[in-house]
């Protein structure tokens, strides 16, 4: 499985941002998916993840309200909208997907910048 993110950027507090991640390949095996991020100076952390099959979302409690995760398995993209954003949710943003067998994928990453 190949994943691509894009949509990162810069934008001012309060602003929005959309994330992408076009998941290629054996896609077929992919039970949910989810974006984590990583700021500087900071571990990974989930920010939001969803089930394939059901739908079923979950969230960090500092972007719920803010953030809504949501796939197109037609399309096999995974997109987070961002909206109010805060400079806290300044960070290198990454796909993931879990797949059967419990192998992990995880594509390069985007970086979201949000200015004061």
């Known amino acids: 499985v190949q994943l691509v993110e894009s949509g990162g950027g810069l934008v001012q507090a309060g602003g929005s941002l959309r994330l992408s991640c076009a998941a290629s390949g054996s896609t077929f095996s992919i039970n949910g998916m989810g974006w984590y991020r990583q700021a500087p100076g900071k571990s990974r952390e989930l920010v939001a993840a969803i089930t394939i ?22 399309k096999n993209t995974l997109y987070l909208q961002m909206n109010s954003l805060k400079p ?29």
């Open 53 to 74: 099959s059901g739908g079923s979302t979950d969230y960090a409690d500092s972007v719920k309200g803010r953030f809504t995760i949501s796939r197109d398995n037609g």
């Open 88 to 116: 806290e949710d300044t960070a290198v943003y990454y796909c993931n997907a879990y797949a059967m067998g419990g192998v992990d994928y995880w594509g390069k990453g985007t970086l979201v910048t949000v200015s004061s």
